[in-house]
């Protein structure tokens, strides 16, 4: 059977809540209603790598209009299909170059390691930028990555298959090349009798170099949190947090 490439997320989001299963989104959402709980109003609020919407649809912000932003159309049209309180919209973007405009957000959030999809510094530059300009002022962003360490022992070498009737279902390959500071994850994607592959790659940067990159961006870095908690992140946390504001106008 030939199998035929196609792009991350162009097939596989026809079955990532499955793939995805394993993912806590309650306690997710938890965390980061924790996070806005001492933010003085949250009106409008932009998940700007929302997928299929699952994180969107448990965090049930009272008086908030969410709205839904991702690279993937396909992964977007499995969000539009939910049932999402308080969605304001979807937009498919790339959130290096945003289509909203500035000062439209009290806070924004790429989640799920997301942001390691940016390559190149040049991208997370920008990604920065364009977030801090659709910020209101005194808005906030909050991003997370996962760490070398958790990517040097859980996803050094993993593997998984699953099957969700007798045609359709998944392999999955993940590897980490330590030098390049690349994760790789390669999904052999079954439809019926098509057979298709999608290979995702992730710069996983250490905490200190997302540091490095905040701080030189228009944003002010406020806090790194480790593993859904709010002590400080450390080499060998799994997760970080990075809560980023934009500065309040100066007013004279």
């Known amino acids: ?68 932003s991702d690279l ?48 190149e510094e040049a991208q997370v530059r920008q990604f920065l930028a364009e ?3 659709i910020l209101k002022p005194g808005g906030l962003l909050i991003f997370d990555a996962v760490t070398p360490y958790i990517c040097n022992t859980a996803f050094k070498d993993f593997q998984e298959t699953q099957y969700f009737d007798e045609s359709t279902g998944f392999d999955r390959r993940s590897w980490y090349d330590a030098a390049e500071q690349i994760q790789y994850n390669e999904f052999i994607l079954h ?19 997302w540091t490095k990159l905040v701080k030189s961006s228009p944003l002010k870095l406020t806090a790194v949190y480790a593993d859904y908690t709010q002590h400080p992140a450390k080499r060998k946390s799994e997760r970080a947090h990075f809560i980023c504001r934009k500065e309040p106008e100066t007013k004279f």
């Open 191 to 209: 439809f019926k009798d098509k057979t298709y592959e999608e290979l995702h790659m992730q710069k996983i940067r250490k905490i200190k170099e």
């Open 72 to 119: 993937s159309a396909a992964m977007l049209r499995q969000a539009k299909a939910k049932n999402i309180p308080g969605m304001n919209g979807f937009c498919c973007a790339d959130f290096t170059a945003l289509p909203f405009r500035s000062a439209s957000f009290d806070v924004a959030v790429a989640l799920y390691d997301s942001v390691n999809y940016l390559l």
């Open 131 to 133: 977030t801090q300009r």
């Open 1 to 68: 059977m030939r199998t035929k490439t196609a792009e991350p997320y162009e097939l596989l989001a026809e079955m990532y809540d499955a793939v995805m299963e394993h993912v806590n989104y309650t306690q997710w959402a938890e965390y980061i209603k924790k996070i806005l709980s001492m933010e003085k109003t949250v009106q409008r609020l932009v998940d700007l790598s929302c997928g299929t919407g699952s994180f969107l649809k448990k965090l049930e912000l009272k008086n908030t209009a969410f709205t839904g």
